[in-house]
């Protein structure tokens, strides 16, 4: 089996998208399905120093990159609209990962003309709040192709059932299809007995919590900053850091670091940037604490990672998996309100062997429901029924033209 994975991006800066789409990729490798990607070199206002047009292994997938031509919201590329165009009958399904881009619109009118089937997996972006931001851009993208991306596909791939229900309930879409997202095991697997005390502010002469991915308007910081600044502006709780290990638009993260200044709260509070590879694993072990106020989920991948560290989590109630979350044991839940998470904040930190308690829930949750291997199975089932479904129906269209002859 053949399967197509088309995202716009992959760069590091564009958060969980970019990462997930490897990670799934190598799992269905590792089960036997011929998994490739193809994108654009995108990298915010620069590009990817990578190989154009021709396949190349990049983190361990044969991708495809095709140069980003004009506008990062839209990420328009010509080359791989026409290699789509030559390509797209060699594979037997797509996988569409975003709606309002290039490349998925592309890659949908040739599926659709060569009657391939695919997914298209919104990652949030159709939920009730992804709607309200920007809605005249939006609304003109649904017209100009989404409707008709979204009409056309054999199912809309959702990672919660939060998502789905959301989704549904504003758009007039069906044939919904819920597959979870995975967790790198090695995250897992590194852990021992040992780390639990790394828990304890006993233990640790500055913990900090940990935010990780793009700084953006969703992501609640505008409310967690002011709450965080307060609650560690005396003690117990001054000797409290917070990482913020992501980037994003210029401009917006020049008010939030304002907004720090204002609250004299610098010296508590570091901007690192984004970090791959092991520096993210060094942050992502070493937090007391994960943050994720964000105003929409539709999967929450950095706490799933942290929870797979044996770090609990303090999330929004806005997160799609919060029920998951808080049904394990494995952190805090707060109404997304700056009183809320001020409170809620402080009783995680003075909570040593509450952190200890939810962060082994957590780790315990991530390796029984979490991890690709557990992910990669019902994605390759639902790839393979897809198949059967595009088999039946060309036979029958086959047995029906012999009857009129």
């Not at 958060?15 to 490798?29: I, K, T, Y």
């Not at 095991?185 to 005390?197: G, Y």
Request: net charge neutral; proline share 5%; glycine share 8%.
């Amino acid at each position: 089996m053949k399967v197509l994975h088309v995202i716009p991006f992959v760069a590091s800066r564009y958060g969980g998208p970019s990462q997930a789409v490897f990670h799934m990729c190598r799992g269905l490798r590792d089960a036997g399905v011929d998994a490739s990607v193809l994108t654009t070199d995108a990298d915010g206002p620069g590009r990817l120093p990578v190989k154009l047009g021709d396949e190349i292994d990049y983190r361990g997938v044969p991708t495809r990159f095709f140069p980003r031509q004009w506008s990062e919201a839209f990420k328009y590329s010509r080359p791989l609209s026409r290699w789509l165009d030559r390509h797209v009958a060699e594979f037997d399904v797509l996988h569409l990962h975003s709606v309002y881009s290039h490349s998925s619109l592309a890659a949908g009118r040739a599926a659709r003309r060569e009657g391939i089937p695919y997914l298209v997996r919104p990652y949030g972006t159709l939920s009730s709040w992804a709607l309200k931001f920007k809605p005249v851009r939006k609304r003109v993208f649904w017209y100009l192709g989404v409707k008709r991306l979204l009409a056309g596909a054999a199912a809309i791939h959702y990672t919660s059932q939060a998502e789905r229900r959301d989704a549904e309930s504003g758009l007039a879409i069906t044939r919904g299809v819920v597959l979870p997202l995975g967790v790198d095991s090695t995250l897992i697997d590194v852990q021992t007995a040992e780390d639990a005390p790394r828990r304890s502010t006993s233990a640790a002469d500055a913990p900090y919590v940990l935010m990780l991915g793009r700084l953006h308007v969703k992501k609640g910081l505008d409310l967690f900053l002011p709450a965080f600044c307060r609650v560690t502006g005396q003690p117990p709780f001054d000797r409290w850091k917070l990482l913020l290990v992501g980037d994003g638009d210029a401009a917006y993260v020049e008010r939030l670091k304002a907004m720090v200044r204002e609250a004299g709260a610098e010296e508590r509070v570091t901007f690192a940037g984004w970090l791959d590879g092991s520096a993210k694993s060094d942050a992502l072990r070493g937090a007391a604490l994960l943050a994720m106020p964000s105003h929409q989920e539709n999967f929450g991948l950095s706490a799933f990672e942290a929870m797979a560290c044996g770090v609990a989590v303090l999330v929004s109630d806005q997160i799609d998996t919060a029920d998951e979350i808080a049904q394990a044991g494995a952190g805090w839940i707060s109404p997304l309100t700056e009183a809320d998470l001020e409170r809620t904040l402080g009783l995680a930190m003075e909570d040593d062997a509450g952190r200890v308690t939810r962060g082994e829930a957590g780790r315990d949750l991530v390796w029984r429901r979490f991890t690709w291997s557990a992910a990669t199975e019902p994605l390759v089932a639902f790839y393979e029924q897809l198949l059967a479904e595009r088999r039946r129906t060309a036979e029958g269209v086959a047995a029906e033209g012999v009857r009129v002859g």
